[in-house]
């Protein structure tokens, strides 16, 4: 017999509620008897008393505490979002629907670099020498690396998002919370879907699943996807088109019930993306730049310094990219083998998987086309991890246990790299590096010409980069145990220890210049140098990653560190009654030190978080009304952050330093659902909270202390759905969610880092809201439906942020947006 169908016996409920093993491995989950979005069925049979009862509320099976509960049960803050809200919302992402999740922030606009916000904590480093506060988990595996941590939706079951942090559920790593994705298991049930999206900017989505029982032990289930569309930006000069989607993947899901107290659960995901990079909007208008006034006439230069009060407004302005070998890519394949026995005692899962991934993202970092500011960057990883883990779980009258051990074990490899032009070296030395025109490649170029020699230095691709490798292993041992004091009152006592340890090595190779070398070598050989007294290594050293800003080309640096971490939890929680719960917790997060990928030789220290939270949970069965609410205060110890450093620009182009900060903040998270019958659905969710820094020096050297850290202090999100039954022999159904959130608070570092006000021409930081609508028509046996979807339905539009790090040295600051109005229509089968 398989587990998840077996009753829930005294047995099982060892198996189950003694399992915290099941956080990161659903198999031992027991299998419900839910709809494919959570909630319970309505049932097949109705009489005139039960016609119009709705679904009841609070009834989604949840695997937050590593235990198969109800979510009402749960004392932790969390959002479920279910397979029917991503379907409604038609998102192929997580960043496409993170907005309606209040505390939730996930910046995709380069989906190789996301970037995930939790309570107003976040990682935005994209290297491989530090990971993300914000644990993604699929199928309970850990999502290391940003690069492989934003994958496209392929037959999700649901989400499940844990707010605050769950450092000895999850482990490292989850230090402001933890987003655990479960996707669908294969079932007894043939069954198979088909479903087709058309829409604007040349949309076209389509995704196919087959269910296939193989015998009465054995079952298989196949998915892919393929999302494609034209892209809704397009270059001024080339026409090139940007915001494309190119993304497809399958998944294969293979299930053996070997007997009936073992099972083998073997999975393995595909996914391949390639499109544009992030368009890069200058600001900078043309009638602003001039001709250089030296020898070298004709070359346009934009103004400098910068003028923001003749920025133009990046909603509306000109897109001018020129990046050689601009793209996006992606290729990730993953396998995970799980294996689990039940025993009279308790039960023993297995999870073994691994993770590889390649990626490639190049975009332009000056916002033109003008070869004399020429810049992009290229971040290029490769990454390959293992992970082994095995729980034991186990119950009795008075306590349900777990406890387990891990190890973990990657390679990464990474490279940062800068590409300009001798044109933009000549900018960048004459508007910092207090050149003279004699001293720069055109004027060097003018005394080839006045010769007549046949030779030129400008126009010369050049390129310089920092190599980057990690070895990385953590090791965990921990235990969690749940205290039934009574028939109201459990207390919840847990502990995880962690070690972690990394190895780290940088490497700046010599600038790479192969088509200027080949004229220097040239001159040099005819002597023609030296009779001009130029030496030939001045041509050859490196002016961006240099030893003057910490990088000492062609010199291998190692470093190596280890951490130790003990994370535990309290929670005292009660009921009142079946529908009325409180509960109170103590928890501690960690996040394992690193390592900068850019700045030679660097690492810094673990990040700690210290919660304290209450919360309440209920539901009132006669109207079908669900309330939970939940308020909390936590210390955060040494955050990390990327923050733009404009002290390096003397020794070349500004970098991107990870910065350590104190913070706190307080604040208040409510969710309400209504549905007083079949028809109508409502939901609303909400959260303040007031992040401020306790302890903060910007690398710009402002003091930040006691300011705020950005995060804004409202946020909310509200669905309504409404279905007319027996409408062409189906069912019509309306959904509309709504979005908002608050202007971002300001500090004395906002500017440089370019998430304030900038620019009187345009808003940054402003408060910003999203609406999307569906509406859908689906046959009595939902066979087949149709539907007509739109998002961001009114067409908002806000200028997500400026990008300064060209703007000290080019004077050309750029921004990027985002997206307009989508809508399509979708047509849909099963059998």
Known sequence: MNLRQRPLSTALRGLLFGGMALLLCAPLAAQTNTNTDGTAPVPATTTAANADRPTELGTITVTAQSRSQQMQSVPIALQIVTARQIDTLAATDLSKMSLFVPGLVVSA?????????????????????????????????????????????????????????????????????????????PSDKLEGKARMRLGNYGKRYGDFLLNLPLNADMALRFSLFDNQSHGWARDAATGKRYGQDNDRGARGVYRWNITPNTRVLWS??????????????????????????????????????????????????????DAVGAAESRRFDGSTLIVDHSFGWGSLTSTTAWRNFDTLNLGDYDGTNQRTTYLDTANIEHNNSWYQEFKFAGSTDLIDWVAGTSWYSEQAR??????????????????????????????????????????????????????????????????????HLGDKLNLTTGLRYTRDQKRFSWF??????????????????????????????????????????????????????????????????YAFSPDVMVYGSVTKGYKAGGYNSVQVGSHFAPEKVLNYEAGIKSVFPGPNLLLNASTYYYRYDNRQSLTLDPNSTGSGVPRYLVASTDQQAHGVEVELQWQPNTAFRLGVNGAYIDATYRNATAPSGASLDGQPTGEPKYSFAAHLAYTWHDVAGGALQFDLSHAYRAPSRCNNDSQLQGTCQISPNFQVGSARQITDARLGWSAADDQWGVALYGTNVFDKRYVDGVNNITTSVFGTPFASVTPPRMWGVELRARF
């Open 508 to 573: 700046n190779p010599q600038r790479s210049a192969p088509e200027l070398d080949q004229t220097i070598d040239a001159l040099d050989a005819m002597g023609l140098l030296a009779l001009a007294g130029v030496n030939p290594d001045a041509f050859r050293q490196n002016l961006i990653f240099n030893p003057a800003s910490g990088a000492p080309v062609g010199v291998l640096v190692q470093g190596r560190n280890t951490w130790n971490d003990l994370s535990p939890r309290v929670v005292l929680d």
């Open 109 to 185: 606009n380069q989906p190789t670099q996301p970037n995930y916000e939790l309570r107003g904590i976040s990682t935005d480093d994209f290297g491989v020498g530090t990971e993300s506060a914000v644990g993604v988990y699929v199928d309970g595996v850990y999502a290391a690396r940003s690069g492989g941590a934003l994958l496209a939706f392929n037959d999700i079951q649901r989400i499940e998002v844990l707010k605050g942090p769950q450092g000895t559920l999850f482990g490292r790593n989850a230090a402001a919370g933890a987003i655990s994705i479960v996707t669908n298991e």
């Open 268 to 321: 393995w995901d595909h996914e391949e993306l390639k499109q544009p990079p992030q368009p890069a909007f200058g600001l900078i208008p043309a009638s602003a730049w001039s001709v250089r006034p030296d020898p070298n006439a004709g070359v346009p230069s934009p103004p400098y310094p910068a003028n923001p009060a003749q920025y133009l407004n990046p909603l509306h302005a000109p897109l001018y990219n």
């Open 414 to 483: 990474q490279t940062s790299r800068t590409d300009v032009f001798t044109d933009s070296i000549d900018t960048l030395a004459l508007n910092v590096g207090g050149a003279s025109y004699a001293d720069t490649f055109a004027g060097f170029d003018s005394l080839l010409k006045l010769f007549g020699l046949p030779y030129s230095v400008l126009g010369a691709p050049w390129r310089e980069q920092i190599e980057n490798h990690g070895r990385f292993k953590a090791y965990a041992l921990y235990g969690d145990v749940i205290w």
